[in-house]
């Protein structure tokens, strides 16, 4: 072993500081969980009607606070978790509410879709959708580290990349999917369409973490369609009602209602 080799495993070890891992065992458990409550059936048998849900809602309870406490050791940080577990309990029929709709959406929108069941079983638009409500509901009850951790999850079963906090309306509906990026500050209105390769992002950032906190991914707004690889950067970028982005376009200037934006095959540029 060199020299150099021997120094640099030196400096390592007297750096090595104790660290916690985010154990992801819980985190499957706790989005099947949710899963189970939200679409009941779909992850195990129903043996006993009278007491599915109270055995799914106390296995999330308790999951969401091995969790929280899990994130504590790591941060080192102290939380209100028995709250915050309540709290987000609170939040389930909020959150049912929203995914229906988006089920709702996505079977009106897809003529390939046979059946609610296959979306709910098949549809990776729609695990990727059920996780960035989850992580959004988590991130607005201010809890760290783990929102991220369920939106990877998500990222890396789906290849879907949607920030928990950014803010999508009802009715969303995310076709086909792989590749799609939706950054922190993103804004989207209700019964809007996304196509695979979609980049809801932001302008190059020079300023890097400076720019922290201020808008920088652009605002859809309702009854929007944006079709595959297009992309659409900059916080100041508004995407008006009713409005169709082709395929491929590239897009840093809002977009007036109504309006069509041709893509790559008209090589235009908005």
Known sequence: MSSALENWIDYKKKNLKEMQILKKEVIKDFIDSVWGVIFPGYKDEIEDKNTYFDLKINALKKNLS?????????????????????????????????????LEAIYEGD?????????????????????????????????????????EEAHSRTGIDIHPSANIGHHFFIDHGTGIVIGETTEIGNYVKLYQGVTLGALSLQAGHKLKGSKRHPTILDHVTIYSEASIFGGDTIIGPNVTIGSSAFITKSVPEHSIVHGDSKKKKL
Do not use: T, W
């Open 111 to 151: 003529p390939a879709a046979n059946s609610i069941s296959e979306i709910i079983l098949c549809y990776p638009g729609l695990y990727a959708i059920c996780i960035y409500r989850v992580a959004h509901e988590l991130s607005r009850l201010e809890i760290p580290l783990l929102p991220r951790a369920l939106s």
């Open 66 to 102: 091995l969790l929280l406490h899990n994130i504590e050791q790591i941060l080192k940080i102290e939380l209100n978790c028995d709250k915050l577990v309540k709290d987000f309990v609170e939040a389930l029929p909020k959150l049912d509410e929203l995914l229906y709709m988006d």
